[in-house]
């Protein structure tokens, strides 16, 4: 038997035991965590306000060390130190082929760790974790790298990494405007990444005094909410999940400008102001990350200077993971000694 932590009820994460891991197949591999890092949808499950049905494991942020693999398995070898993403990929179908890896076509649609999704694939916050596809999933650890130090790139950071690096490709120097609020960490690593990524300007607005320290300190200029917006950005991500402040960053986007949605908005219905999004020509995307493929080069940022650790994490020991789940702080994570 090995522990895996789960969600109880809101208000409430423990450890509870299942039975431990098998290798499934030839290309599975047994993953041993090295750190936990709560991701901001974990915070929203925690609070109640987004559905987790009670006894579904969580977590999914996780860095861990290979301690099995199947005997097809070329990529990584025991011993060796890799970030586990947090969702379930084949690396053949045509959807992962195409990049898609949130959505790969040989798992049951969504499928990832501790995040109640169909598949039964229990979550990355356990004593042992079962990786189904070890070759396309592992992304090993760059070598010297601190796992705990580098734990915001194995989710969170590749979350953000869509929302400005794609952009910032194809519109070099563009004006970024970040909306930050309920997915906390996601937007402050957006807006950090998108100074270390070179845009010509980073504002950060939100209402939370600890999230605009952060993002200042990442290099943004932060601006305090409720207030209006007064300049046009080719870039917007709204962070914030209102539909008031979609709204807000709809009319913060510049014609011809591109805004993410990375967070999940709750209503059945959201409204939106199509008739000026339809004359000023803005491309609007939102859904989940496609958190494989963003690893890399979120990796590639992190050596030419961008770090994750520059949110100051409160760091628990591995036991005490239901604690760190259950911290007010912007930042948790749980470690081994």
Known sequence: MIRQLTFAAPGTVEWRETAAPALSSDSAA??????????????????????????????????????????????????????????????A???????????????????????????????????????????????????????????????MAADSWRAVAPQLAERPGASVLVMGGSASVIGVYAAGLAVALGAGRVDYADDDPARLAAAKAYGATTIRLPTEIADQYEIVVDARGTPETLIQAIRATEPEGILTSVTIHLGAVTPLPMMEMYHKGIFLRTGRANVRTSIPPVLDCCARGFAPDRITTTLYGFDDAPAAWMDDALRTAAARD
């Open 30 to 91: 047994i993953i041993r965590p090295i750190v936990l890092g709560r991701c901001d949808l974990d915070v929203a499950f925690v609070q109640g306000a987004f559905p987790l049905a009670p006894g579904e494991p969580i977590g999914h942020e996780m860095i861990g060390e290979v301690v099995d693999i199947g005997d097809s398995v070329t990529a990584v070898v025991p011993g060796q130190r890799v970030i586990v993403p947090s969702q379930i990929s084949c690396g």
């Open 93 to 155: 179908c045509r959807n992962c082929r195409r990049g898609f890896t949130g959505r790969c076509q040989s798992v049951p649609f969504g499928a990832g760790f501790g995040m109640g999704r169909p598949g039964d694939f229990g979550c990355a916050a356990a004593d042992l974790v079962l990786v189904p596809y070890a070759d396309a999933m592992l992304v090993p650890l760059p070598r010297g790298a601190d796992p705990v130090a580098m734990i915001g790139a194995a989710d």
